[in-house]
């Protein structure tokens, strides 16, 4: 069968690719052996803030004392309708997706596992399929260290399809996944312990960041194990009991349930690539160009897959690169892109661009402007003074290098500093902007008034 264009993968950027090659006119195979919609919508984002949503609400109503409000009787959580409103959520998001894909004449989708045959040649089931371009947008899946893979292992998956509260959930791994899982299962009511085998939680922010991470977790008695080193794990019957060192100390705890949060590998080893002149990197990854096309020019990768970005805004922007470049022809590149993410802990860390060790290393000549959360009088109203807010300054063009928030609203206020950074504005015009009184944005420009050297 001949297509203008064949796609592999319904995710972040497969599904709207599909849906603009359609428009314009392409005749597109679509080939998903998963949910519709991938990680973000199944197992990733929708799921994991739904989950963040009911632990807020447990959070808020146990501890509202201080604000003069007291709940009488036990406050329950059901983690059974919990699962049923994030399944309800999940359901409309990857139907809908499933329903826009076949309800268009110019999209054939095609349900399992595709393969490349040679550089134009894909096939699933027992169909050949064949076209002028391929996108590859495979996605990730959960890396599952040696150690634990005889284990009674959660991933992300799984403990999403839980239906009752862990008694002591242990997870490995104190980066976006773990620590987003762990806040959430201890307001759900969970014991939780972290160990990770690094000095500091979040290890690619800068040194205080994770330090005001680790209190607000502590705050919330979830036990922080760092460096842990041979972590091992004894299964029984019904729990886990877990030995490892820290700092040359043995240490033992016993869980009743694991979930293994220690990173993403692409999904490029069983696509049949080596029939292919695709080329990959020394992680699995494939390697792209700044437009997204891999070593064989009409064969792009797009999301996780390529090891560029490993977040949903970063897989919908390589569609949006590829659209541009392709249909549009507008040249939008790769290296336009700044990093920016948010981990949806309470409160939320958010960060764009550069931080302090990267400026460093690149010799940059820099300012800081920082404040802490207890100095912002919005997060004093709210009772939510953890955290602090940070932007650094090139010193020769006032332009922005980048900034960490890490505070109550930090996920809506950073966007303030990218659309600054996308301006290629001086850090000066949003030290002279109004912003609005009483919100955490407000201190932004009063932080920007005293930058100090770096
Ligand atoms: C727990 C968790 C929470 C997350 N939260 C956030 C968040 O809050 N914000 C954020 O920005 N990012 C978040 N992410 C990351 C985000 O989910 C991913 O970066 C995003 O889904 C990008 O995916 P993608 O487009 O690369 O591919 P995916 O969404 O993974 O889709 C790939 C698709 O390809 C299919 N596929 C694979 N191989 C084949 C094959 N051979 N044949 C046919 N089909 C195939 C798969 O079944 C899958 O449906 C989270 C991730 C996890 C795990
Ligand atoms: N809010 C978000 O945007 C969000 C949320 C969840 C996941 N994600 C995406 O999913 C990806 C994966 O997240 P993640 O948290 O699994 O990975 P991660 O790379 O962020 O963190 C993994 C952690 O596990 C530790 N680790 C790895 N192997 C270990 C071992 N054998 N023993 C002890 N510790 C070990 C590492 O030191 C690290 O701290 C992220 O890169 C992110 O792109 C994003």
Do not use: W
């Given at each position: ?25 392409q ?27 009911s ?5 808020v ?30 359901e ?21 596992e ?5 550089d ?6 027992n ?14 899946r ?23 509260i862990?008694?002591?959930?242990v ?43 680790f209190?607000i ?35 033992k ?27 990959l ?125 890490l ?8 966007h ?5 950074m ?26 920007l ?6």
């Amino acid at each position: 069968m001949k297509f203008d264009a064949i796609i592999i993968g319904t995710g972040q950027a497969g599904t709207p690719l599909a849906a603009s090659l359609a428009k314009n006119g392409q005749k597109v195979a679509i080939i998903e052996k998963g949910d519709f919609g991938g990680t973000c919508v199944n197992t990733g984002c929708t799921p994991t803030k739904a989950y963040v949503a009911s632990a807020r609400r447990v959070f808020v109503t146990k501890n509202s004392q201080e604000h003069g409000v007291t709940i009488a009787g036990e406050i329950k959580v059901n983690l059974r309708a919990i699962k049923r409103r994030k399944d309800k959520l999940v359901e409309k998001s990857s139907e809908g997706i499933r329903k826009m894909l076949k309800d268009n004449e110019q999209i054939q989708v095609f349900k399992g596992e595709a393969k490349f045959k040679d550089d134009h040649t894909v096939t699933v089931n027992n169909e050949t399929l064949q076209a002028e371009k391929i996108f590859i947008n495979t996605g990730s899946r959960p890396n599952i260290p040696s150690p634990f893979k005889n284990l009674n292992y959660h991933t992300n998956e799984t403990m999403l399809e839980l239906e009752e509260i862990p008694e002591h959930l242990v997870i490995i791994g104190g980066g976006y996944v773990g620590l987003e899982f762990a806040q959430m299962f201890r307001r759900f009511g969970s014991k939780v312990s972290i160990l990770d085998r690094g000095e500091r939680l979040m290890k690619q922010e800068d040194e205080d960041i994770s330090e005001a991470i680790f209190q607000i977790l502590e705050d919330e008695d979830i036990q922080v194990y760092l460096n842990s080193e041979n972590i091992a794990g004894a299964q029984s019957k019904k729990t886990i009991e877990f030995s490892f060192n820290v700092h040359g100390a043995e240490k033992k705890i016993e869980g009743s349930h694991l979930l293994l949060a220690t990173g993403r590998v692409p999904n490029t080893a069983n696509i049949g690539l080596e029939n292919t002149g695709v080329h990959l990197d020394k992680k699995g990854y494939i390697k792209v160009n700044n437009e997204l096309q891999t070593s064989v020019p009409h064969i792009y990768a797009l999301g996780d897959c390529n090891g560029e970005g490993a977040f949903t805004h970063t897989s919908y922007n390589d569609f949006e690169i590829v659209d541009s470049n392709l249909l549009q022809h507008k040249k939008r590149s790769l290296s336009d892109r700044f990093p920016c993410y948010a981990a949806f802990i309470d409160p939320p860390l958010a960060r764009v661009g550069m931080n302090e060790a990267e400026i460093k290393e690149k010799g940059i000549k820099a300012k800081l402007a920082s404040r802490p959360m207890t100095k912002v009088a919005r997060a004093q109203e709210m009772g939510e003074t953890s955290g602090m807010m940070k932007i650094y300054i090139e010193a020769d063009t006032d332009k922005i290098l980048g900034a960490t928030f890490l505070g109550t609203g930090a996920d809506e206020v950073i966007h303030a500093i990218i659309d600054a950074m996308y301006a290629g504005t001086p850090y000066t015009t949003i030290r002279d902007a109004v912003h609005i009184h009483p919100t955490v944005s407000e201190l932004i420009p009063t932080m920007l008034e005293s930058p100090e050297d770096l």
